[in-house]
Each structure stands twice: as structure tokens, then as C-alpha cells.
């Protein structure tokens, strides 16, 4: 089960780099100063591509803990 948790860590990581990606984009329109509608408009842009992240970094989290388990 050693290839489960290996694959969860890259999964989870590529989860926390999304979220460290979404970050730059919500502090990249926060210095744009941009009407309210555009920045309303980026950041829930920002906050579907957030989700995304948090569930990639989930299921990795998931499949690491299975992998112990399993192990």
C-alpha cells in the first residue's frame, strides 16, 4: 500500500500548490483595484478554483490515510 500513500502526498500537494495559486489571484485582484463588479466577478473565479483545491487536497489526504490503514 506503500503506491496509496505515495500518490495521496503528490495529490495533496497538488492540492495545497491550488490553494497557494488562489491566494496569489485573490491578493493579484486585490491590488488591481478593480470596480466592484470585476472583483466580484475574479473572485468567485477564485473561490471555485479554491474548492477545487481543497477537494484534490482532500481525496490526497484520504488515500494516505487509507494507505496506512491498509498498510
Known sequence: MEYLIWAGSGLSLIGVIGIFYCIALA???????????????????????NMIALFISMVGLMMVVTGIFLG
Open 27 to 49: 491578493i493579484k485582484a486585490k491590488r488591481a483595484n478593480l470596480a466592484e463588479d470585476e472583483m466580484g466577478a475574479r473572485l468567485q473565479r477564485v473561490v471555485v478554483l
